[in-house]
């Protein structure tokens, strides 16, 4: 049977060990392997962070990562799209360089 002391014993315990973690700084957070090497290399993604990085340069949204490394996208949320690597903002401009009719604006 627990007594009341016992659950004290273990409160304290507990607190304690909080209280030794934050005062020593808190968990250690170590460093993501799969970002570490796509920093490293040229270009590269991390799914589990769910962040890119081409030649340095960090990217958050994965559609517009995809369209800097070479694929022709849009990207709905960002509203912008990626032909051969080239930043376009008109989703008209976008259509017209890759499938469809030329821009009307």
Known sequence: MITQSMK???VVLML???????T???PSKSAC????VAKK???GWCDSCNVGYIK???STCHSCFN??????VWCDSCK????HKDKVKCKGCFTAKTSGPACAT
Do not use: H, M
């Not at 304690?16 to 934050?22: Q, S």
């Open 67 to 72: 369209g800097k490394t070479g694929q022709d």
């Open 33 to 36: 392997s799969s970002c570490e």
């Open 56 to 58: 340095g340069e960090k």
């Open 16 to 22: 304690t060990g909080l209280f030794a973690c934050n």
């Open 80 to 83: 912008v799209g990626y032909v």
């Open 8 to 10: 004290l014993i273990a």
């Open 41 to 43: 290399a040229d270009c």
């Open 24 to 26: 020593a700084g808190g």
